[in-house]
């Protein structure tokens, strides 16, 4: 919402919204692009549940659109797949944009999705990747910053990869 359309929603706003909306959403695009963004966020919605639910959220990247969302109990892959096929359901499945969540991986590659993942996350999981690696083999932290200045053209190329052991093979040659 905040890239896309510039607005900025807080958890208890869209708490708020799930809650408040009780009309089905009907998309008014009847065939959407088949390039989505596929997202889901950890929602605790008392009128509905004593424990968290998850609020999951299709949206269709070219034509700006939400194409549908659903709340579940369980974020799990069987979740994701029923979803997915529903929501895109006699749709063009080009390709979606996910967070690095494991769960994602299997139903979009099942419903023949090219999968892309959030540049956001991305950058998220090499940090953490860093940090870790720098813990471990206790790195002093000026040392620490002087390698990702040296290394941040390397660390950039992960991005023009093609798969995940490409992007290990790039974060061993830096180490």
Request: with cysteine.
């Amino acid at each position: 919402m905040k890239r896309i359309h510039n607005v900025y929603l807080s958890y208890q706003e869209v708490q708020d919204i799930i809650f408040d909306y009780s009309i089905k959403y009907e998309s008014n695009t009847e065939n959407y692009s088949g390039y989505y963004v596929f997202g889901s966020l950890w929602v605790k919605i008392d009128e509905i549940s004593d424990n968290y639910v998850y609020f999951f959220v299709l949206f269709d990247v070219h034509h700006k659109t939400l194409v549908d969302y659903k709340i579940v109990k369980e974020e799990n892959s069987t979740e994701v797949y029923n979803f997915l096929r529903n929501a895109t359901l006699n749709q063009p499945r080009k390709a979606i944009t996910t967070d690095l969540h494991i769960a994602y991986r299997k139903p979009i590659q099942d419903l023949g999705f090219k999968h892309q993942f959030c540049e956001f996350y991305a950058k998220q999981n090499i940090n953490k990747y860093l940090y870790n690696h720098v813990k471990e083999n206790n790195i002093a932290k000026e040392t620490h910053k002087e390698y990702i200045k040296k290394y941040l053209e390397e660390v950039y190329q992960i991005y023009e990869v093609e798969n995940r052991f490409e992007v290990l093979d790039i974060l061993d040659n830096i180490f």
